[in-house]
Nanobody, 121 residues
């Protein structure tokens, strides 16, 4: 089995910063893309940023220039540095990864449990 565990959410004032972390564990042969999604109350889950195994990153327009995604392949981890946070960034943030468990398996999509980020004064 594979697990993704997130940490780093919390309450922050507008303009502040937070760093989210996500670590994958379990039966892992290779991790392909990793990413962060978010879901605000009453809204659909949306992609925030993702990053390929080689380090190529992609960002939602709403976070470009403020958020930075990175990964540590040796530790099966992905991070999201969030700066200049705005109230509209308030949401539950989910880690997602495409993981190959065994050498000849097809990749599967896995999700973390989510971590709350609240931006409020």
């Amino acid at each position: 089995q594979v697990q993704l565990v997130e940490s780093g959410g919390g309450l922050v004032q507008p303009g502040g910063s937070l760093r989210l972390s996500c670590a994958a564990s379990g039966r892992i042969f290779r991790i392909n893309a990793m990413g962060w999604y978010r879901q605000a109350p009453g809204k659909q889950r949306e992609l925030v940023a993702d990053i390929s195994n080689g380090g190529s990153a992609n960002y939602a327009d709403s976070v470009k220039g403020r958020f930075t995604i990175s990964r540590d392949n040796g530790n099966n981890a992905v991070y999201l540095q969030m700066n200049s946070l705005k109230p509209e960034d308030t949401a539950v943030y989910y880690c997602q990864a495409e993981i190959v468990s065994r050498r000849y398996d097809l990749p599967g999509g896995y999700w973390g449990q989510g971590t709350q980020v609240t931006v409020s004064s």
